[in-house]
């Protein structure tokens, strides 16, 4: 049987949060042209413009706009892009805006710097979260704020510069670190001479934690203008290089960067994968620790190596009765929240004729797999992510929009319920003879005291042991979106081994 991974848009759409960290600084307007494993997959529009408040204060507005598109299989996922921020001139952050369309709906993230805190509030399809406060200190810059501060005063060789920046997938200040190298010949793309650029590596870190997935590398001017830029966040890297409007507008003219394909991590065959129950994996990560990337609970098992980029990982399937009990979930996994909208009329009638007149909240949970499974008739990759309100209404999509539904359908039935993101086997993937693992999002449901996985997008109900789980989360909040971070983390760096199947 082959399986095709259901989930290349958890990479498109966690990389959609993390293009900041390789952006161009930008001139007063500027453009760009994003290039994927050297296909131009999108362009970014950036232009900063004063203005004056009521008072006649000067400020500043900085305006992105970004576009990818990426082709997954026979499909093509468009994802948009626009954050703006309201700055005094040196770049004291006073408002923040963000929109990603990834479905029909924006995602919004949106607040005021008010008595030194960001209020942030999440909204989708008309449904917000309360405002979230963020201590938010004068010398806190923008997502954007790195690369204004090397447009405002240019770096020089030799010159270590740090800038707290705000990381809007983590929703958290982080420490953004500029190290000026050493001027370097670098080509800026077809038909155009190479130019001598000053190189300057950018590392972030979380409270002292480096984000390998948001490090970058970037060639500057002498006024301090980014003119191309590279991180290692997908197979062939991903590259933004500064253009003309038209440049960055065009269609590129090559290939396709095929998002599916390019993510699977290569594997040997696994035979009858839907059936396994107990498999022991070695996993190396090229400079990481996998020990510290995969996930440790009752299904799945991890055993540090003898060095800290090696582990043995067992994963096993495991229904309600089986292991010890897990703790108690907290309220955020039954309440409803913009993007798992467990209140929203369409999801609570879905759940309704799937339920039926089960009581038991395990044959609820079941049943609510497999409608959706049933129901979900258009299983394409157009949509990089869709909220559940979306998906109950639409009923297509992909592993993500299934987990989603599946999330809000459980909880609109009393059932806590969550979103695991992990990496799955399949063959035959993107039409193409590739055997290995993809990204994937499924679902666990909390039953008889345990966390219990379930799949909609395979149809199971005993989940096979060649899901590897990284992260579990319930979307819930102004940064919903971290837990499918560590997807990047894996994706260039990493060989997945099965020693031992059952």
């Known amino acids: 049987m082959n399986r095709p991974v259901r989930g290349g848009s958890l990479v498109g759409f966690a990389l959609a949060f993390l293009v900041f960290a390789s952006s161009p600084a930008p001139a007063?307007?500027?453009?760009?042209?994003?290039?994927?494993?050297?296909?131009?997959?999108?362009?970014?529009?950036?232009?900063?413009?004063?203005?004056?408040?009521?008072?006649?204060?000067?400020?500043?507005?900085?305006?992105?706009?970004?576009?990818?598109?990426?082709?997954?299989?026979?499909?093509?996922?468009?994802?948009?892009?626009?954050?703006?921020?309201?700055?005094?001139?040196?770049?004291?952050?006073?408002?923040?805006?963000?929109?990603?369309?990834?479905?029909?709906n924006d995602v919004r993230t949106f607040g005021d710097v008010v008595d030194g805190k960001m209020h942030?509030?999440?909204?989708?399809?008309?449904?917000?979260?309360?405002?979230?406060?963020?201590?938010?200190?004068?010398?806190?810059?923008?997502?954007?704020?790195?690369?204004?501060?090397?447009?405002?005063?240019?770096?020089?060789?030799?010159?270590?510069?740090?800038?707290?920046?705000?990381?809007?997938?983590?929703?958290?200040?982080?420490?953004?670190?500029?190290?000026?190298?050493?001027?370097?010949?670098?080509?800026?793309?077809?038909k155009r001479e190479p130019r001598s650029l000053l190189r300057v590596e950018q590392e972030v870190s979380d409270d002292g934690v480096p984000q390998p997935a948001m490090s970058s590398t970037s060639w500057v001017d002498a006024q301090g203008q980014i003119l191309k830029s590279h991180t290692d966040m997908l197979p062939g890297g991903l590259d933004i290089l500064r253009t003309t409007k038209a440049g960055a507008m065009g269609d590129g003219g090559g290939a396709e960067f095929d998002l599916l394909t390019s993510t699977v991590i290569k594997t040997r065959r696994i035979p009858g994968a839907e059936k396994t129950r107990d498999i022991i994996y070695r996993i190396v990560m090229q400079n990481d620790e996998p020990a510290k990337v995969f996930a440790q609970d009752r299904r799945?098992?991890?055993?540090?190596?003898?060095?800290?980029?090696?582990?043995?990982?067992?994963?096993?399937?495991?229904?309600?009765q089986e292991g010890q009990a897990d703790e108690p979930p907290t309220a955020e996994f039954l309440?409803?929240?913009?993007?798992?909208?467990?209140?929203?009329?369409?999801?609570?009638?879905?759940?309704?004729?799937?339920?039926?007149?089960?009581?038991?909240?395990?044959?609820?949970?079941?049943?609510?797999?497999?409608?959706?499974?049933?129901?979900?008739?258009?299983?394409?990759?157009?949509?990089?992510?869709?909220?559940?309100?979306?998906?109950?209404r639409n009923l297509r999509g992909d592993c993500t929009e299934h987990s989603v539904l599946v999330a809000a359908m459980c909880r609109a039935a009393g059932i806590p319920a969550r979103c695991a993101i992990g990496v799955v086997y399949g063959e035959g993937i993107g039409g193409k003879k590739l055997t290995g693992f993809g990204p994937h999002m499924w679902n666990e449901v909390y039953i008889n005291g345990r966390w219990v996985a379930i799949d909609a997008a395979y149809n199971q109900s005993l989940v096979d042991a060649t899901h590897l789980k990284l992260s579990t989360t319930s979307l819930e909040g102004v940064a919903p979106f971290d837990a499918l971070t560590p997807v990047l983390r894996v994706l260039t760096r990493i060989t997945i081994e099965p020693v031992e199947v059952r």
């Open 28 to 104: 007063q307007e500027s453009w760009d042209a994003i290039y994927a494993g050297n296909a131009k997959v999108g362009h970014m529009h950036v232009n900063v413009e004063p203005l004056k408040d009521k008072t006649g204060r000067d400020l500043v507005r900085v305006r992105v706009d970004w576009d990818l598109t990426f082709k997954r299989g026979q499909s093509h996922a468009r994802i948009m892009l626009h954050y703006g921020t309201i700055e005094t001139p040196n770049g004291t952050v006073l408002r923040l805006d963000t929109r990603t369309r990834a479905g029909e």
């Open 335 to 392: 309440r409803s929240n913009p993007l798992v909208n467990s209140e929203d009329r369409r999801v609570i009638e879905h759940m309704q004729a799937a339920v039926g007149r089960n009581t038991d909240p395990w044959a609820k949970a079941v049943a609510i797999q497999k409608w959706v499974s049933e129901n979900i008739k258009d299983k394409n990759f157009e949509t990089a992510f869709a909220s559940a309100t979306e998906v109950a």
């Open 120 to 190: 942030l509030i999440e909204e989708v399809a008309g449904k917000r979260t309360p405002a979230v406060p963020i201590p938010w200190d004068d010398d806190v810059r923008g997502p954007y704020g790195a690369e204004l501060s090397l447009s405002r005063q240019p770096i020089k060789p030799g010159e270590t510069r740090e800038i707290k920046t705000y990381i809007p997938e983590k929703n958290k200040i982080c420490l953004t670190k500029l190290t000026a190298k050493s001027m370097e010949m670098v080509p800026l793309g077809p």
């Open 300 to 320: 799945q098992t991890i055993t540090p190596g003898s060095d800290k980029t090696t582990a043995t990982v067992e994963v096993r399937s495991v229904g309600p």
